[in-house]
């Protein structure tokens, strides 16, 4: 038996708006240094080698793995932002117990591994409701370009996040860094709560088992063809990204003979990439209809990640960097219209477990990409085991092509 309650819609401001934007993005920026601060801190104040700083990864991602579903479940119960800002808060607690501890003298692995758990699920309950969030924060026809305004944020994260951790941990120290991160997320908590919106919950009075709330969001997903499309498509990016970020630097440290700075500028030019291509989405799509700019933009720069399994013979790297560029400008304007599809087509009370499933499937998909590439590289070779990765790359545009997404004009309409 479902109760329902029907609430009226919460009244939003430009500056709720602009409020959240900004209190998302410190967060974005943090979790990006925090991916490098964190490894830096482990070599160098424990002197962990590979094995432990390959640990630590995977401890911060496997959280989205594991509770993806339960907690998208469980966030169509329940008002998103004081989930966000109780996860600020947590990650916040939990990253000042480093410095605290390495000053001090007795910081451990087992500590640091902890901490990054800690992270790890707190960032689930953190993203999750960010994407639920955002749909009432912007109805109509400010949700593409709200969520073009995120993704920008989270294409100069990605740009910039790596190389200022580093540049600050060789300023400061690593425990240092953490120590900011942890300023930032208390700041983020703060500006959330002076949100002046009213947050309704998203479905209503729902109460019925969690399993069976997750199976909704599943079948939901398994049965909307634009969610198939969307998943289908964002599993081949991650697939194909992951397995060229496994092999790349192998291929340009060990084959090419690349300086890690050379390396380093090849893929800040994927970074730019990105970038304009969240930046150019929503223009392109309200010249060209979102569906037919989502298919033209896939066919257009499907050739260049052929350069990719080339990079060095014969195609030169400035070449190269130019191709893969373009790879992913396609990935940045995925990220706002697939984004904003997934988000037009799916009710309010089943958002967040949409927006779980969708988790658990891309970073299933990442570690999916990685795991093949490495296979494939031992059993035929570096380059062609690229070249894999780079041929789903650019055959992201056939699932579009073949589903109703490319009949779509209008964001938020199937016509």
Known sequence: ??????????????????????????????????????????????????????LLRTALTLPFVLLGLPVGAWLDRVRRRPVMIGADLVRAGALITVPVA???????????????????VAT??????????????????????????????????LIGGPALAGWAAGMLSAPTVLLVMAAGYLWSA??????????????GVVRRHLLHEIAEGIAFVARQPVLRTVTVAGSMVNIGTAGVMTLLPVLA????????????????AGGVGGLLGALSAVRLADRLGAGRAALLVGVLVAPPAVAVPLLGRPVPGPVAAVGWALVLLKVGFDSVLMMTFRQQVTPAGLLARVNGTMRVLFTGATALGAATAGVLAAAVGTRWALAASAACLACVWIPIALSPVRRMRVLGTHT
């Not at 029907?6 to 410190?26: E, K, M």
């Not at 440290?253 to 800040?268: A, D, K, P, V």
Request: aromatic share 6%; charged share 10%; hydrophobic share 45%.
């Open 1 to 54: 038996m479902t109760q329902t309650i029907t609430a009226a819609p919460p009244v939003v401001t430009p500056q709720d708006r602009s409020r959240y934007l900004t209190a998302s993005g410190v967060a974005l920026w943090g979790a990006q240094i925090g991916q490098v601060a964190v490894p830096l801190t482990a070599v160098t104040v424990l002197h962990t080698g590979a094995s432990g700083t390959s």
């Open 102 to 120: 390495a000053w001090s003298g007795c910081l451990s692995t087992v500590h640091l591994l902890a901490v990054v758990v800690v992270q790890g």
């Open 124 to 157: 689930v309950f953190f993203d999750l409701a960010t994407q639920s969030l955002v749909k009432d924060l912007a109805p109509g026809a400010l949700l593409a370009r709200t969520n073009a305004r995120l993704a920008t944020v989270t294409q100069t994260a």
């Open 190 to 203: 703060a500006w959330l709560s002076t949100l002046g919106m009213r947050e309704h919950p998203a479905g």
């Open 253 to 268: 440290l060990t084959e090419l003979g690349w300086s890690e700075g050379e390396l380093g500028l090849f893929l800040g």
